[in-house]
Every structure is written in C-alpha cells, then in structure tokens.
C-alpha cells in the first residue's frame, strides 16, 4: 500500500509565501515522477509542477514564482510558492508516479489535498 500525505497549506496574504511538502511512503520500489496539481472551485484540475530525473517543468502561470524541488532519499516532494496571488487560491494535490515492490510498472498515486488560499 503506498499512501501520500501532503502538508503546509494555508491562509496567506497576497505576495506571501508557502511551502508544501508531499510524503510517499508504503511499499516503494521506485518513484518515476512527483509533482503538483491544484483545483480551483469551478474549474478542472491543472498541472501547477512537476520533477523528474530529466529536470522540471511549470505551468506559464508559476513560472519564476514557484519552485518544484525533491528528496530522493525521503521520497519527499516541495512546492515552494512565492509572490502568491489570489488566483493561485485552490486545492493543491501531490500526484507520484510510483514502482511499488513486486510490480512491473508504476501506478499514479494522489494524496489527499491541501488548501491554499491568499487573500487580497
């Protein structure tokens, strides 16, 4: 069983900062990808960053402003979010690609969710 747990979500002002965390634990083998999604009310879910061992990867709208790094040794992805904006306001969703032990593949796994909300 392989489980994601996020934390650091919150109620900040406008052009503050947040930091997420995402844990994978269970049985891992391997973890190919880690990254985030939000959803705002109302709207489809969208990729906000990705990492993988080819580098990483944002949506226009966080570029310069967010930085997606990992912990490979603690299967820990962060989400470093800086100069927020109300828009940014949504549910944010850690997502990995994992190998568990004894598969053949990975599998996509998603945590619970965290809110993030900025104020103006």
């Known amino acids: 069983q392989v489980q994601l747990v996020e934390s650091g979500g919150g109620l900040v002002q406008a052009g503050g900062s947040l930091r997420l965390s995402c844990v994978a634990s269970g049985s891992i083998f391997s973890i190919n990808g880690m990254g985030w999604y939000r959803q705002a009310p109302g709207k489809q879910r969208e990729l906000v960053a990705a990492i993988t061992s080819s580098g990483t990867n944002y949506a226009d709208s966080v570029k310069v402003r967010f930085t997606i790094s990992r912990d490979n040794a603690k299967n820990t992805v962060f989400l470093q979010m800086n100069s927020l904006k109300p828009e940014d306001t949504a549910v944010y969703y850690c997502?990995?690609?994992?190998?568990?032990?004894?598969?053949?593949?990975?599998?996509?796994?998603w945590g619970q969710g965290t809110q993030v909300t900025v104020s103006s």
């Open positions: 997502y990995a690609i994992i190998v568990g032990r004894g598969q053949l593949r990975g599998y996509d796994y």
